[in-house]
């Protein structure tokens, strides 16, 4: 049995709204920070109060921590970023982890109850296995390969992968015009690179993060950075002069909450959350991908299996 009291009546979404019209970016702020001035209602809703998650590992960890611990990306616009300037932690993902903490009974924006945990795509499953962080969201696709290893709740975002190339790039126009010359750069651990290797003759280089990749495309040492089309409109919106995206995406990508394995009522919670929150959702999805080119539908999530 669990309790929650969500407050995100079409009021406080409003609200959320307006603030994010007001001050859509670089404001700045402190990590995990107000969203959007003092007395503003923050997008992802109210911190819940009374929860209980009965027979949830996960949960029972974070109570007697007493704080959430939330692995992130930390290199990628609009989705999971910290902004070097003003240090704050800002994109989709990030909301979407403030908003499960909240949903717990966390508040966000109180930096010893929540912590964040930068983990590159190779190491999620093993950092999920070690307890290190309680839950991940970071543009993770749910595949069966990983479920062999951890759980996920979701999915609660579609979209699929693409090509970023140099703005003045006519040659490369989607996948089918990539050749044995051509030198794609993808992530360590991603299904984008896996596929690329699989489905096309092109040369691959890997990194650890997306934006190394996107410096080796500026700086001409590659041709074209390969992952999620989401992400790749990110990089590009930073730097229109000199980046675009090439064709159409060639795979569905379904974004999921990385969970503990077996954490069926942890599952349960956020699939619940999800399902119920379309409002939240949205007025996430408007604040940071708002202008971004991307689906604004929220997918329905899978059935606990
Ligand atoms: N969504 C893909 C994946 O989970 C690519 C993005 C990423 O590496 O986080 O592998």
Same mark, same amino acid.
């Given at each position: 049995m669990r309790k929650t009291r969500f407050l995100a009546g079409a009021s406080i979404i409003a609200a959320g709204l307006l603030a994010l019209t007001a001050c859509n970016s670089g404001t700045p702020g402190a990590e995990g920070g107000s969203e959007g001035g003092s007395g503003d209602a923050p997008v992802y809703g109210a911190v819940a109060t009374d929860v209980t998650i009965e027979n949830s590992p996960t949960f029972d960890k974070i109570q007697s921590a007493g704080k959430v611990v939330v692995g992130v990306k930390e290199d990628q616009p609009g989705l999971g970023y910290l902004d070097p300037v003003t240090g704050e932690r800002k994109g989709f993902d990030v909301d979407v982890a403030r908003w499960i903490a909240a949903s717990l009974g966390?508040?966000?924006?109180?930096t010893s109850k929540v912590e964040y945990k930068a983990i590159a795509s190779a190491n999620r499953e093993q950092a999920l296995i070690n307890g290190d962080i309680d839950y991940y969201v970071g543009t993770y696709s749910i595949t069966d390969k990983r479920k062999e290893q951890i759980s996920f709740a979701g999915p609660y975002f579609l979209t699929g992968q693409g090509l970023l190339v140099a703005a003045d790039n006519d040659t490369i126009t989607g996948k089918d015009s990539l050749t044995a010359e051509t030198t794609v750069c993808s992530v360590t651990g991603s299904t984008p690179i896996q596929r690329i290797r699989e489905q096309t003759p092109a040369q691959v280089v890997e990194f650890d993060t997306y934006s190394q990749c996107v410096e080796k495309l500026k700086n001409g040492e590659v041709d074209a950075v390969t992952t999620d089309e989401a992400i790749l409109l990110g990089y590009a919106a930073q730097d229109p002069d000199n980046l675009k995206i090439a064709g159409e995406p060639f795979s569905e990508e379904r974004y999921g909450v990385g969970l503990a394995k077996g954490d069926t009522a942890f599952q349960e919670f956020v699939n619940t959350m999800f399902t119920d929150g379309g409002e939240t959702w949205q007025a996430i999805f408007e604040k940071?991908?708002?202008?971004? $080119?991307?689906? $604004?539908e929220q997918p329905a999530v899978d059935p606990v299996s």
């Open positions: 966390y508040d966000p924006a109180d940071n991908l708002g202008a971004s $080119g991307v689906s $604004g």
